[in-house]
């Protein structure tokens, strides 16, 4: 449900606090369902988005880290290694806590 109403949601850059608390809260109690919106949401986007930093993908980021299973931080791990600089500094952040608090 929380998945669903981040991927719904209309937030605009006045709401980035309230989108990064949801991002935590499905990171603490959300299931292994949820882990393919947060893969495609860190990894996945335009060819341009990548390069931009994005809270959505911050987000994503830290969700994973929460979650803390093998599967989620496999995901950590690839964004981490991306081509891509927004993809892998919101890994990287994560790692060095410059994220958010996992």
């Given at each position: 449900m929380?998945?669903?109403?981040?991927?719904?949601g209309k937030f605009d850059g006045d709401e980035t606090g309230e989108l990064i608390a949801c991002f935590k809260a499905l990171g603490r109690c959300g299931t292994e369902?949820?882990?393919?919106?947060?893969?495609e949401t860190l990894l996945k986007g335009g060819w341009l988005s990548r390069f931009r930093a994005s809270t959505l993908r911050q987000g994503a980021a830290i969700a994973l880290a929460q979650f803390g299973t093998e599967k989620s931080l496999q995901v950590l791990d690839e964004a981490a290694r991306s081509h891509f600089p927004a993809v892998r500094s919101a890994a990287q952040a994560?790692?060095?806590?410059?994220?958010g608090e996992p």
């Amino acid at each position: 449900m929380l998945a669903q109403y981040i991927r719904n949601g209309k937030f605009d850059g006045d709401e980035t606090g309230e989108l990064i608390a949801c991002f935590k809260a499905l990171g603490r109690c959300g299931t292994e369902r949820s882990l393919p919106f947060l893969k495609e949401t860190l990894l996945k986007g335009g060819w341009l988005s990548r390069f931009r930093a994005s809270t959505l993908r911050q987000g994503a980021a830290i969700a994973l880290a929460q979650f803390g299973t093998e599967k989620s931080l496999q995901v950590l791990d690839e964004a981490a290694r991306s081509h891509f600089p927004a993809v892998r500094s919101a890994a990287q952040a994560v790692y060095t806590g410059e994220g958010g608090e996992p």
